[in-house]
């Protein structure tokens, strides 16, 4: 039987697994003081909301069952888990997830994609990475995804089919689209290594503000944000900009939230019904006036970061609504060496808001075309802190 791969931590977000949350008493005890967590004793009683049907053991037993009778415990489990009908839960072979988790670190053998399901729920390229093969092959945005390597895309999450797409470098991967004209295109990419270049990156303003950017919350993403704003002078006025950040690893939007909340909860989920609470770590690095620039590619971890900086009062939201990526999956090495990725329930903002289909509101709205000049101009309508 092959070795079980290593499983990473929970996710909340939109196709990269989370940390698991700090679960500090001191926390949950602030919280409840401080009014920002909803009460959840009516909850205990019951599975909670959003979680899958489908039970590990349920799927323990199917792929003993399948490997028992020579056949591949990976389909069986995924059969199972296709007849649930959750939207978010998924199955993956060692190899897929193995190469799934390696963009964690940032950096991945693909071909360029980035992918999101429209408000319709269609599947199509968010953004293609310049020079990468999918650019050259001149595949475009907005362009709909049907099918990756001769399966059917329609119905996968995210995660799933980015997990198709990615492979060792030097594989090809056959892809069809369909660009917005109805025409349809058959082609064979060829996988290379690629990274996202800098997670974090900061441009300083002419006025003396800064943006700082986060493009996803992988490894270290959460430091790098602290270390980036607590280098600005003090008491800088920030716009941090979310735009397009599909979500990562949980303890890292909380460690990024902690640049600007000094302590305190970011979020809270049930699992298995017990209550989880994520707290952000002492010592925030940035204190002047926040404004949080967010768009409809925002989801998941992103949109923890945004909720608790907008229910804590310590930043205002600028830009359009947010994805809705409200669920919380944890990872499960199963007897054959795949791995599943359950959803134990949904995440709820410090005030107790859940955001799964519906996400998060700006507090000011703006056009994409104008977003970051609006941001700017409510920045200084902030004024300067005392």
């Not at 979310?242 to 640049?259: F, I, M, Q, S, V």
Request: charged content about 20%; cysteine-free; proline content about 7%.
């Amino acid at each position: 039987m092959p070795e079980s791969p290593r499983v990473p931590r929970p996710r909340a977000g939109q196709g990269f697994p989370l940390a698991a949350p700090l679960l500090l008493a001191a926390v949950l005890a602030a919280g409840l003081r401080g009014g920002w967590l909803p009460s959840y004793e009516a909850q205990q009683t019951r599975a909670p909301e959003g979680a899958s049907a489908v039970s590990g053991a349920r799927l323990d037993g199917a792929v003993r069952s399948a490997l028992a009778r020579g056949r591949s415990g990976t389909e069986a489990a995924r059969a199972l888990v296709s007849r649930s009908g959750h939207r978010w839960d998924a199955v993956y072979g060692p190899s897929a997830y193995a190469a799934w988790s390696e963009g964690l670190a940032g950096a991945y053998a693909g071909v360029g994609l980035a992918l999101a399901h429209d408000a319709d729920g269609v599947l199509r390229v968010s953004r293609v990475r310049p020079g990468a093969p999918a650019a050259r092959a001149g595949v475009r945005t907005g362009e709909r995804l049907l099918a990756v390597g001769g399966r059917e895309v329609a119905g996968l999450p995210v995660t799933r089919t980015v997990g198709l797409l990615r492979g060792e470098p030097g594989t090809r991967v056959a892809v069809r689209l369909v660009r917005s004209d109805g025409t349809e295109r058959r082609l064979v990419l060829t996988r290379v290594r690629l990274g996202d270049g800098p997670v974090v990156s900061v441009e300083r303003y002419g006025d003396g503000g800064a943006r700082v950017r986060v493009r996803a919350f992988t490894r270290g993403a959460g430091e790098r944000v602290r270390a980036a704003v607590a280098a600005l002078p003090p008491r800088t006025a920030v716009v941090l900009d979310l735009r397009g950040n599909p979500g990562g690893l949980l303890d890292e939007a909380a460690r990024a939230a902690g640049a600007f909340l000094d302590g305190g909860v970011v979020a809270t989920y049930e699992d298995g019904g017990s209550r989880r609470v994520l707290g952000a770590p002492r010592g925030a690095a940035g204190s002047g006036p926040l404004v949080v620039l967010v768009d409809g590619g925002t989801a998941s971890a992103a949109e923890v970061v945004t909720g608790a900086l907008q229910d804590r009062g310590r930043a205002v939201v600028v830009g359009e609504p947010t994805f809705g990526k409200g669920t919380v999956q944890v990872p499960r090495a199963l007897p054959d060496g795949s791995v599943a990725e359950l959803t134990v329930g949904r995440w709820r903002t410090p005030a107790g808001r859940g955001v799964e289909g519906a996400g998060l509101a700006p507090d000011v709205s703006a056009a994409p075309g104008t977003a970051e000049a609006r941001a700017r101009e409510v920045l200084t309508g902030l004024g300067t802190p005392s």
